[in-house]
């Protein structure tokens, strides 16, 4: 029943359609008048939303994650664009497809799933392999796993994310391995990049919109996969105990830095690569969806805190380049703020 989608909208136009409600809030104008300041989703983008009209009783007919049919027209909204909603209806379930709403990465479910258990069949180490096995044939951490997004926001923000995500890893794993030659447990390294963020299948909730459920705020991905994990070895006969320390080290330490939410700095050389390889992918996923972003016909993406700089998307016209915007990014990079010591102090930034 889609007819008009987010990536589509122009000024002035009129909006048909069933979107996601991913905000919902009630406000006053200032006249005193009530209005809802929402915001709409589907599986090209998002937007602002504002009922101005008949507020209370459109407001009485939905919920925040609610699927709803929306007639209304796209007006122009600090630099981009705002949908003023004149109607509003909720859906039933069984009338949408909740992929018409939610991103989903380009690759198949069913394909990517099938490389995973690729991966799995073709480890050497028969306990890594037996615990993969173990969490990968149950039908819940399954579905779960080909399905959950790699993070709210940020990096693989879709559905199938995480698998994207962990078989990019794996690649990069056995590039590793093969560049290096020795020193690198290869089975222990790629076990750990397909667990490293198990926890997110929890962590995270993706039924509708994406958010964190009470689990992963009071807990986080890190701690659940931890345990998960711990679960599944218990069942596992004569499974090594120095084995699990090992695999279970990358896991707490796979942030790399204490201050993004690891336990512990990773200390084996596995653990070391398996968190430049995540940040690595997490960044590059972040920067390409970036570039690739339609909504911008710029040469340069806006300002970006979480890199600290412009992120350059096209071809290279010098009389395009924003020249003041682009002194004040290289200002940041060449004068971080000194530490008492005099050595440099700057803001590791992460995506996690």
């Known amino acids: 029943m889609k007819k008009t989608f987010i990536k589509d909208l122009k000024e002035k136009e009129q909006v048909s359609g069933a979107f996601l409600v991913t905000k919902k809030e009630s ?21 602002e939303a504002r009922v101005w009209e008949a507020a209370e009783e459109i407001g009485k007919v939905f919920q925040k994650n609610d699927i709803v049919a929306i007639k209304g027209f796209a007006v122009a909204y600090q630099g981009g664009l705002q949908v003023n909603i004149t109607s509003v209806s909720a859906l039933p379930e069984g009338a949408y497809s909740i992929r018409d709403f939610l991103p989903a990465s380009s690759r198949g479910p069913a394909e990517m799933i099938a490389e995973l258990d690729s991966i799995i069949e073709g480890m050497a180490n028969g306990h890594l392999k037996a615990l993969l096995l173990s969490i990968f044939n149950d039908k819940e951490l399954r579905d779960r796993f080909m399905t959950a997004p790699a993070a709210k926001a940020m990096h693989h923000p879709y559905l199938g994310g995480l698998l994207e995500h962990v078989l990019s890893i794996c690649g990069l794993a056995d590039k590793v391995v093969g560049h290096y030659k020795e020193g690198i447990n290869r089975d222990l390294l790629v076990t750990g990049a397909i667990l490293h963020d198990i926890g997110k299948i ?21 701690t659940i996969g ?24 990358m896991l707490l330490s796979h942030h790399g830095h204490l201050e993004f939410g690891s336990p512990k700095r990773p200390k084996t050389i596995e653990a070391i690569v398996l968190y430049y390889l995540d940040d690595m992918d997490a960044k ?9 972003d339609e909504r911008d016909s710029s040469n340069w993406t806006p300002y970006q805190r979480i890199f600290e700089r412009y992120i350059f998307k096209g071809e290279f016209r010098p009389e395009d380049a924003p020249a003041a915007a682009i ?21 590791i930034p992460s995506l996690f």
Do not use: Q
């Open 327 to 347: 002194e004040t990014d290289d200002r940041k990079d060449e004068k971080p703020e000194e530490k008492g010591d005099g050595s440099r102090k700057k803001d």
């Open 27 to 47: 406000g006053v104008s200032k006249s005193g008048k009530p209005y809802l300041n929402m915001r709409i989703m589907d599986a090209t983008g998002e937007c």
């Open 284 to 292: 590059i996923n972040a920067v390409k969806t970036l570039i690739d």
């Open 226 to 249: 931890v345990e998960l994990i711990d679960e599944r070895i218990r069942l596992i006969k004569d499974f090594p105990r120095e084995l699990a320390i090992l695999l279970k080290h």
């Open 202 to 222: 929890y962590e995270l909730s993706y039924k509708r919109s994406f958010d964190y459920t009470d689990e992963g705020r009071l807990l986080g991905h890190i």
